[in-house]
């Protein structure tokens, strides 16, 4: 069974900005106007979004009618969210470099790499059991997670890409494994 995905990164917000662990901050100023004048998105058959205020006001911003999937929520960051990782490195710089270097690792108590890519994953496979066509609205970490996944890279891997906000990343599976998709 055929399945397209197109991830749908949210607009900015002032985390993105200010380089900040994200807490559930709305969309920064025109981030919905500019999502508002992106191309409409093909038709789907499934459509959902993280819980994240960002997330949904950029579906709605969209004019998306998506359903709420948890599966989709950005990575936790525990007792880093809202905090600037300047100050995360000033005050613990272990734990950062611990954070960025170990995938297994969450000294800040949330949620690893390991663990958000098993998740991702997990979804990403349970809806290629659907097929069809799904649009997904969630987090640059969620998306890097995804792309980790198709390619099968290391988890090291995951700082290797940028993905912006409002960037579209498309992927199809063939029931049997997945693939990343370029357009023009």
């Not at 949620?111 to 097929?131: I, K, P, Y």
């Not at 090291?156 to 409002?166: A, T």
């Amino acid at each position: 069974m055929n399945t397209r995905l197109t991830w749908i990164c949210h607009g900015a917000t002032t985390a993105n900005r200010k380089v900040l662990f994200p807490l559930d901050e709305p969309l920064e100023g025109k981030a919905a106007e500019e999502a508002g004048k992106m191309a409409a998105p093909p038709r789907a058959d499934r459509i959902a979004m993280s819980p994240a205020l960002r997330a949904r006001q950029t579906a709605e911003a969209l004019h998306l009618e998506a359903r709420i999937d948890l599966a989709l929520r950005d990575c936790d960051h525990g007792r880093w969210a809202g905090r600037s990782i300047a100050a995360i490195e000033a005050e613990e710089p272990e734990n950062l470099m611990a954070w960025m270097s170990d995938p297994e690792a969450a000294p800040h108590g949330g949620e690893s790499f390991v663990d958000l890519r098993t998740r991702v994953a997990g979804w990403m496979d349970s809806e290629s059991a659907l097929g069809g066509h799904v649009i997904a609205v969630s987090h640059a970490a969620v998306i890097r997670a995804a792309v980790t996944h198709v390619l099968q890279a290391p988890l090291s891997s995951f700082w290797l890409s940028d993905v912006e906000p409002l960037a579209i990343v498309r992927m199809t599976s063939n029931g049997l494994r997945w693939s990343l998709r370029f357009q023009h």
